[in-house]
């Protein structure tokens, strides 16, 4: 992971390794009553590369001007323009909900919901007033026990040392030319 001095951050993961095959009466794809059914892709006479996904979480512990950090919810929510106040009709506005436990920072992504997810030090404010703090996605407690992002047990997380677990999916289909070694991928 790399972080610039603007405070944004990019993470990178690479893939590479032995195929996941499994065997397969087939010998050519043409051979397959149902091609839909299959569960990858024919990679060599009796072998299918098997489709599967790989999980990675970066665990990423902030401390944003000391340990007593909140996550925040930020919902933007589409308001009415009283009649004759404007010529817009609506406006969206940010609704701030301070996640008390773990369970309340659930974080639901919804396409016609849209939201932020920030961690802020709310005892730190900027000259205008703002608490000082980054965007983010999933936040637990700290505990130097944990190393990973298995669950949550709605411990509190209000102004408490708390880390963040960002999740990231790849999915992993192959191609004929993938066999026996995957070919290094990365994504980011």
Known sequence: ????STGNSKQMVGLSGMLMVKGTPLENIHQAPNQDDMSGTLVSENVIGVVHDHFITFHLDLDIDNTDNSFVKV?????????????????????????????????????????????????????????????????TPYNRTEQWAGGFSNRPIENRDIVLCNPVLRAAPYFEKDLPVCRPTASS
């Open 1 to 4: 992971m790399t972080t610039s």
């Open 75 to 139: 919902n933007l929510v589409k308001e009415e323009t009283p009649p004759g106040q404007s010529p817009r009709k609506s406006y969206l506005k940010a609704k701030r909900n301070v996640a008390a436990t773990e369970n309340d920072a659930k974080i639901k992504l919804k396409l016609y919901d849209p939201s932020e997810f920030h961690v802020i030090n709310p005892l730190k404010r900027s000259r205008l007033g703002n608490s000082a703090g980054y965007k983010i996605i999933w936040v």
